[in-house]
């Protein structure tokens, strides 16, 4: 038994390690639904190390020295390493249909039912998730860090803080759920 606590423990720190490597943009580029189930994913050796566009050359190198996988080349079919950027929301055209707020990984837009949204600039970790969702194309990107890409437009702090807002925005969407089911169910005669 002792052995395989200590395995578990061993793959669990191994997990907690590739997801500290990750920006934490929560972007689901690499096709996973968020930065630890793809760090889960490259601990089980079902995915390789080079689809986080955001994290970029830097950040495979620090999955490789992590993992001891070879570095290779960001897998372009998950998408670029670039410039961070920032959701921008065009107040004037925003119609308030609160589409983008589930949208965003880390809660960085506010906004209420037919009323104006932005976006907190200082929180936003550039997912990009925002804009697909907007149904009036009032979202824009702009980039905010120029000719640095990849983690030289990031910082660990960042990625820390983006982490912990990532954790309440589940926390808060499973409460929303459970409160709603209550309800449901309280109504059932």
Known sequence: MADRSATGSSAMALVDAIDRALPQTQCTRCGYPDCRRYAQAIADRSAPINRCPPGGAEGIARLAAVTGAAIQPLDASHGIEGPRRLAVIDEAACIGCTLCLPA???DCIVGG???MHTVMA????GC???VPACPVDCIALVDMTGDRTGWAAWSQPRADEAQA?????QFRLQRDRDERNARLE???P
């Open 128 to 130: 990009e998730l925002c």
């Open 122 to 125: 200082t929180l936003c970790t």
């Open 165 to 169: 807002r990532y954790g309440f925005h």
């Open 113 to 115: 039912p037919k009323a």
């Open 186 to 188: 309280a109504r059932r």
């Open 104 to 106: 965003c990984p880390v």
